[in-house]
């Protein structure tokens, strides 16, 4: 029993705690501008973007 209660406060605990790391990532990137822009998961070439030879065909 106490491992579903583990397990129901784990998944959104994990959640929370990914979204303040995606966050601090933002706020340090908006406060150094010299370092370039942040970069999102999943936002680069090679994920739906019909990448060859590295450059984008189409962005989505």
Do not use: D
Not at 35 to 52: H, I, T
């Amino acid at each position: 029993m106490w491992q579903y209660i583990v397990a129901m406060l784990a998944v959104p605990a994990l959640l929370v705690g990914w979204l303040l790391i995606q966050q601090i990532g933002r706020n340090f990137a908006r406060s150094h501008p010299e370092l370039g822009a942040f970069r999102e998961e999943g936002g680069g070439c090679g994920k739906s973007c019909g990448c060859k030879g590295g450059s984008c065909q189409r962005k989505t």
